[in-house]
């Protein structure tokens, strides 16, 4: 099984109990299914769930390089040499980042909005990035942001491989075929998947 799920922002990207905050369990009642990867607690948009050791494993894993599509609401104009440091990787210190592509972009139509809104500042103006990434450490969009000069102030995550979040509301979710998400040779669910 897999599901696809839109993460509201503020919701903590497990199941087990966290008191006063909510959790994967406050919307999906599905037992038996995990995160394939995780979406931070203040990130919104889409996650992958299944009840598929292997399968969790084999999307999670960025050696595998299914693409991720950010959308990212950040402080400020990026430049385009600001763009072209994203697409060709960022030192962020403890790493760097592996080349992405990195565009500016309206706000996306689809976008529902955000609970609670961000913070405006009438003096300083916001844009939206699109982001495509083929790997994810903690926190990983926001700290690339940051370092070219233009914080996040909003991300969601658009879609993992062939799989969008359009058509789900915030804390929505649907079986989709396990197939789904994959680009170029897939795993047999409940079997282990072919090794790169």
Known sequence: MLIAFNKP?????????????????DYVSIPNVYPAGRLDTDSEGLLLLTDDGALQAWIANPRHKLAKVYWAQVEGVPTEASLASLRKGVDLGDFVTKPAAARLIDEPQSLWPRDPPIRYRAKIPTSWLELTLREGKNRQVRRMTARVGFPTLRLVRATIGRVSVDDLAPGEWREIDASAPFETDKPSVGRRPPAR
């Open 9 to 25: 922002f503020g919701v903590i990207c497990k199941f087990s109990p966290e008191p006063g905050r909510r959790t994967l369990a």
